[in-house]
């Protein structure tokens, strides 16, 4: 199994290098096609300076991550040294399928939508992220051997797995999915900030992944991290490309359903901990003012919060990234109890 890993890295450096090759002739096709961002009115004043920065940047990650998993898939069918499961085919299929939503969302935004900024409604992005997670979360409990952690959970200190039944499996399932993708959109806000708390997060699940000998799944995860230190070349401050929610909706969706594959999703909150508190401050923010009309918050999501209070972009998302990767290795530490 250890011969494996190499394979893994190596595939990692290779997502790099492709996402990162063609990134220049990428952005300057979403320039001229004038697929720049609009930033919603109610920031500050500091993001209104990025506005008509290219979107759509998720594509940069999701297009090489396609390409190597197939390439991957092929190998497979005629050298048997290279092992990939055909259960890699769902999360594959979740990042396309949110992709696309994704796609949809910020193309809505960049013609301007509903309001500034604005992509489809919330009601209609929401009902398709619940369709497409029940869908996966149903193809993991049902489709026989082929999830081998499906409808079960590991729990700190356990050495096995708790069986459910998929009745309860299922939409606890479909619930992850959808709150991985939601988390890590709403800490696409700053430039740099979602790709390296991706890309770690990623990097965590693809160690939990090789320890339990899912090789395939392995290898999927470093594929996204490499694409993902690709995004970022562009995407670092100030950045030249936006991942959108193109990106953000599709990474985030994969991510929960690695976890699921994994059987270690209750460590989600652990190893995405920057996204959960960012998700824990938007929740929080609207139920103070629904209920006594205060803020807790100067700002939500939490990134902003630490803007208003005179943390400089670059200091909120390397502090966050400290937080994010100490979650990670704590992630990983309970993982091996």
Known sequence: MAGDLPVALTMMGLSFLLAVIWGEPFITILRRLRLGKQIQADLPDSHQIKAGTPTFGGLLIIIPVILLTLALNVASLLNPDIRIGHSILL??????????????????????????????????????????????????????????????????FIGVPLRLSPQLWIPMAAFVIVASSNAINLTDGLDGLAGIVVATAFMSYGLVAFLQGQIFLVQFCFIIVGACFAFLWYNAFPAQLFMGDTGALALGAALGTIAL????????????????????????????????????????????????????????????????LIGAVLGIALALL
Do not use: C
């Not at 994704?102 to 992509?119: A, K, L, N, T, Y």
């Not at 190893?271 to 103070?288: F, G, K």
């Open 91 to 156: 999360p594959l299929g979740v990042l396309v399928g949110y992709g696309l939503l994704g796609v949809i969302d910020d193309w809505e935004g960049v013609r301007g939508g509903r309001e500034r900024g604005q992509g489809i409604s919330v009601r209609a992005k929401f009902g398709a992220q619940v369709v497409l997670a029940v869908a996966v979360a149903a193809t993991m409990s049902l489709w026989g051997g082929g999830f081998q952690h499906a409808n079960s959970v590991y729990l700190p």
């Open 261 to 324: 594959m994994t059987g270690q999703w209750i460590l989600l909150p652990v190893i995405a901990i920057v996204p959960v508190a960012e998700t824990l401050s938007v929740l929080l923010q609207r139920l103070s003012l629904h209920f006594t009309g205060q803020r807790l918050f100067l700002m939500s999501p939490l990134h902003l919060h630490y803007q208003q209070i005179g943390w400089s972009e670059v200091q909120v998302v390397q502090r966050f990234w400290i937080v994010g």
